[in-house]
């Protein structure tokens, strides 16, 4: 008898979505039903918090099953599904962040990683101008705060 | 008209207006980053590096100090910043470190200096240490150094430099070690295990010294990784009943003294460019420690190793019965590999899983030189490679061989290969890597593997792989 898990998604445009086994093991919170004897019913209901719509899992079940979930190499996961470089749209970014925390907690590590490292992508090694116009932070430190900032950790010998 | 031109103002008045409030809306909807919770933010930011962290306390008030409180130091100092890193730790106040890296590119910083960074992290209960000196060449370890009770991972990287001078050991709490190009004596090897008792995974990369490795009272460690350089002549030692692990480069003689538990192990052998080594005594060698490997239930094979068992194949070498299960080997496609894999599957009757990587990492020998050397051995060995493996170009052809169709025939040929010396295989897995194989030509071959499966109840998959 093979399983079905049926994540259940409320919220603005609600949807189910049937798992079968190779997609729902990778879901750490959902490997463990597996294993159990659920002999009377051969299909069971998840419920998905209402704060993770449709499209979000709709794109995290998408990476299940494309190659990213199964090579551990970042190629992947920048080629089809997200670049850093090539989004510079704020609702991209956002529907990162969604992926992020839905992966979070649905118990997909690796997905987890694969998104806050884009994140970071994001802040590594940038200008905070930079990352205030990416973003659209607000500064709202004195001349003398973000001079005190910027100079911290970089201090060279004689200053 | 003047009612229809009043309309048509009107009109355009809308759409203004219109396009105003959704500016503003989006605009509205602008910094969502920063809204985030604190622990969001601390985990985003603990994936860069400390001083682009540092660098996000200049972008407002709701960043200024999120950097303080992160549980990851990552330090890579480029230049002559002591009074940098001094300043980064006075102002740091997270009250425990989960993980701290430090990366010392020079010889400036005083030992002292060092030595206080290295205090400031074990004071905050660090959890996972990892110093890397790439050049510092008077730096020694403290003492305080060997004595912790918070790490549980560490992971030392220097440049062929001493590591423990000598004191007592005592990492409590530790289960992950990895020491690279540090030299350690045998005493000193004895000192680190008896003083870490819940050690689980051991690393020795290309360090020096030691000889002998006995693991036997390390009861809970169960994974060894150990690489030594090619052109640095050293047989060592293993005496590791409990491991279950075991990940093995080395050119010389490998002892494995006592391996029982083993169920999983990595075999390479290094070789150096200027093939300067001689086949029959690495196929002693490689024999002599696949005899050790012969319950392992699951084994993988370098290129290297694969050519040495060529070797063993051509020449007709007995041998006794893997018990392996599932067998990975990296391959290229050139002759000299193609009969060691034949050797492995005819003496593993009970394979079950075969995974193939082609792949371009990894140094080969030349073709020449294992030709030449079949040909030192007299019985026209070099003749009857030529006829039984002739389908396979030679490590100096391959660079001509592109097209599709030649692509497609080498990989015909060598499942075919495989599946002639198998009888209970289940899963054949193949994965194309390396130069010789891309997108576009995977496609291609994908189409084509139906045809192979016609004939066999194996079950066989082409995957393409990055590397």
């Known amino acids: 008898m093979s399983k079905i898990i049926v994540l259940k998604c409320v919220g603005h445009n609600p949807k189910d979505f049937e798992l079968d086994e190779a997609v729902a093991v990778q879901f750490g919170c959902i490997k463990d039903l597996f294993h159990s004897d659920f002999d009377a019913e051969s299909k069971i209901v998840v419920d998905v918090p209402m704060k993770f719509n449709s499209y979000i899992i709709g794109r995290i079940l998408e990476f299940c099953s494309s190659r990213a979930s199964f090579s551990s190499d970042r190629a992947y996961w920048e080629q089809d599904f997200f670049h850093p470089c090539r989004e510079p749209n704020q609702r991209k970014r956002k529907e990162l962040i969604a992926i992020m925390e839905a992966s979070e907690y649905l118990g997909m590590e690796s997905l987890v990683e694969l998104t806050t490292q884009s994140l970071a992508n994001y802040l590594k090694g940038k200008n905070p101008l930079t990352i205030r116009s990416l973003w659209k932070v607000e500064g709202d430190l004195t001349a003398e705060e973000e001079a005190k900032a910027l100079a911290m950790g970089v201090a060279k010998l004689g200053h | ?467």
């Open chain 2, 1 to 467: 008209m003047a009612g229809w031109l009043g309309r048509r103002r009107q009109r355009q008045r809308r759409k203004k207006t219109r396009h105003r409030k959704t500016k503003r809306a989006k605009d509205a909807r602008g910094d969502f980053i920063s809204s985030m919770p604190d622990e969001i933010l601390h985990h985003i930011l603990s994936f860069t590096v400390t001083i682009s962290a540092i660098r996000t306390s200049a972008l407002s008030r709701r960043w200024r100090h999120l950097w303080r409180e992160l549980t990851s130091l990552y330090i890579h100092d480029f230049g002559p910043q002591a009074r940098g890193i001094n300043q980064i730790l006075t102002h740091y106040t997270a009250p425990k470190i989960m993980s701290f890296h430090l990366g010392i590119y020079n010889d400036n910083h005083s030992t002292a200096q060092i030595n206080s960074w290295i205090e400031f992290a074990m004071s905050r209960r660090v959890q996972d240490l990892s110093l890397t000196f790439f050049n510092h060449r008077k730096y020694t370890f403290p003492d305080f150094f060997n004595l912790s009770s918070s790490i549980e991972q560490l992971s030392v990287k220097l440049r062929d430099r001493h590591m423990i001078p000598g004191a007592t050991v005592s990492w409590e709490s530790l289960r992950n070690l990895s020491l690279r190009r540090c030299r350690i004596r045998d005493e000193s090897i004895v000192k680190i295990i008896s003083g870490c008792p819940k050690l689980e995974f051991l690393a020795l990369y290309y360090c020096g010294l030691f000889n002998c490795l006995d693991l036997s009272k390390s009861l809970s460690l169960t994974r060894l990784e150990m690489k030594h350089y090619p052109w640095r002549s050293r047989s060592t030692k293993i005496i590791a009943p409990n491991i279950h692990y075991l990940r093995l480069k080395t050119s010389d003689t490998c002892n494995l003294v006592d391996v029982s538990s083993l169920t999983e192990a990595y075999l390479d052998i290094g070789i150096d460019g200027n093939f300067s080594f001689s086949v029959d005594y690495l196929l002693t060698m490689v024999l002599k420690m696949i005899a050790k490997l012969q319950n392992v239930e699951r084994l993988t094979v370098s290129k290297t190793v694969l050519q040495i068992l060529s070797v063993a194949e051509i020449r007709r070498f007995p041998f006794r019965v893997l018990r392996v299960q599932t067998l990975i080997v990296k391959i290229k496609f050139v002759r000299s590999a193609i009969p060691g894999t034949a050797w492995l599957l005819q003496n593993s009757p009970g394979l079950k899983k075969l995974i193939v990587h082609t792949t371009d990492k990894g140094r080969m020998m030349d073709d020449k030189y294992v030709g030449s050397y079949l040909n030192s051995q007299g019985l026209k060995l070099d003749k009857y490679w030529r006829l039984k493996y002739g389908a396979f170009p030679t490590s100096c052809e391959t660079y001509s061989m592109r097209s599709k169709d030649s692509t497609w025939k080498l990989l015909a040929s060598f499942i075919e290969c495989l599946l002639r010396n198998t009888k209970t295989l289940e899963t054949l897995v193949v994965w194309l890597g390396g130069s010789d194989f891309n997108a576009k030509l995977f496609k291609g071959l994908l189409r084509m593997v139906p045809t192979l499966s016609d004939n066999t109840n194996v079950s066989i998959m082409l995957k393409l792989s990055n590397c």
